[in-house]
């Protein structure tokens, strides 16, 4: 299924009312009246790539507090969640390396991989709350389920932030 705003493939948990999940995000920030939804919302009609580049421009930091961002607004705690499951084809090529020794390559792809997304959906979590940073990002690791049916989940969880413009902090 395509996103009828953006026109990526997206699967059939990844979508609402036929939009994408950042599309969505953007939409419904728009439609509450938030001014900076709005203007996201022009900008990526455009296209893709501005739309993109929006939830990308959302700085993203472990840091509580640094001297060169000077914090304007604090606007709450937010957090993102991705989960995949370990097919069994999977779980037994990592059984093998667990017997023999070594990396799994194939687990550290998949965190990787799901670390990548935890944090550009917490960016897109971040736009929906009006925020241009989220600071004290924190990232969970778990195993959810048995050896019969695993799962990987991971949490990024931090503080939506509005940042002052550049300009400003000086």
Do not use: W
Request: aromatic share 2%; net charge negative; proline share 1%.
């Amino acid at each position: 299924m395509k996103c009828s705003d953006c026109g990526i493939e997206v699967g059939i948990f990844s979508h609402v009312g036929g939009r994408c999940r950042d599309c969505n995000l953007i939409n419904l920030g728009a439609e509450m009246g938030n001014p900076d939804a709005l203007a996201r919302q022009a900008a990526a009609s455009d296209s893709l790539e501005a739309r993109e580049n929006a939830v990308l421009q959302v700085l993203v930091t472990t840091e509580t507090a640094t001297s060169d961002l000077v914090i304007e607004e604090r606007l709450g705690i937010i957090s993102a969640e991705v989960v995949i499951g370990m097919h069994i084809f999977k779980d037994v090529l990592v059984g093998i390396r667990n017997t023999v020794g070594g990396r799994s390559k194939t687990y550290q792809d998949d965190l990787r991989n799901m670390r990548e997304q935890v944090i550009g959906e917490l960016q897109a979590e971040a736009l929906k709350t009006g925020a241009n940073a989220v600071i004290a990002v924190s990232l969970d690791y778990q195993e959810i389920g048995s050896k019969a049916q695993s799962m990987l989940m991971v949490l990024a969880s931090g503080t939506a932030v509005k940042l002052a413009a550049r300009s400003e902090q000086t």
